[in-house]
């Protein structure tokens, strides 16, 4: 479930919320108000480098499994 970044355009505050689409109703946890914009948020990554075989190693918490 992905977090979404908001911008609340009454009283200014700047909320992230745990939701499963960014098309629900969300309102302002601080006024309540409906008058809020989406902001554009970044990931992060982890990768670490073997330096002895010069491969590198991915660090995900995505819950899904890569074997079959």
């Known amino acids: 479930m992905p977090i979404y ?6 009283c200014n505050e700047i909320f992230s ?8 109703s969300t309102e302002c946890p601080k006024c309540g108000s409906k008058n809020i914009k989406k902001k ?5 990554c982890s990768c670490s ?3 002895s075989s010069g491969s590198s ?4 918490n995505s ?6």
């Open 5 to 10: 970044e908001y911008n609340c355009m009454d």
């Open 17 to 24: 919320i745990l939701q499963w689409s960014s098309n629900q």
């Open 40 to 44: 554009l948020s970044s990931f992060s």
């Open 49 to 51: 480098i073997d330096s």
């Open 57 to 60: 190693r991915g660090s995900s």
């Open 63 to 68: 819950g899904f499994s890569s074997g079959g």
